[in-house]
């Protein structure tokens, strides 16, 4: 009687090429979020002040709140308080009334902005590095299945 264990092997291999893959695309949409900005950006924190939502047939993305330095005055302290929507209002983060957030502003610029993410998420540079190990993982499982 032949073992199980080469389907077993390769019915793991395929569903951890999948996460990976999905996991893969997904942060790679993320981190192109960044690219909207156009400039390296600085980082800071701030919080969302109003979700997304829709009055009738008209839509309002969310909007965030944060603290920059005044606009043409990039070296002065971070006092003014900006109330805006994001670049990226489709960010895959959920942006929630209340949620904090990570983001980065445009420095000559600093009513522009992109979510980063949010504190309760993993950044997008580490989420890309453990799905590509989880893609990684299932090939490698898959090839051992084989042979």
């Not at 893969?24 to 800071?44: E, K, N, Q, Y």
């Not at 979700?51 to 008209?58: D, H, I, N, Q, Y």
């Not at 949010?118 to 893609?135: D, E, G, I």
Request: proline share 12%.
């Amino acid at each position: 009687m032949p073992h199980p264990w080469p389907v077993v092997a390769l019915f793991f291999a395929a569903f951890w090429t999948l996460v990976g893959a999905h996991g893969t695309r997904a942060a790679l949409r993320a981190r192109r979020s960044l690219d909207l900005l156009g400039v390296p950006g600085v980082r800071t924190r701030g919080e969302v002040a109003n979700s997304a939502r829709r009055v009738g047939t008209s839509y309002h993305p969310p909007q965030i709140r944060y603290q920059a330095p005044p606009p043409g005055h990039p070296t002065a302290p971070a006092t003014r308080t900006y109330r805006q929507v994001p670049l990226n209002p489709g960010s895959p983060n959920a942006l929630y009334r209340g949620t904090p957030v990570v983001l980065r502003y445009d420095p000559g610029d600093p009513s522009r902005a992109v979510v980063i993410r949010t504190a309760k998420s993993y950044s997008p540079t580490a989420n890309l590095v453990w799905c590509v190990f989880c893609m990684a993982l299932g090939i490698g499982l898959g090839v051992l299945a084989l042979l």
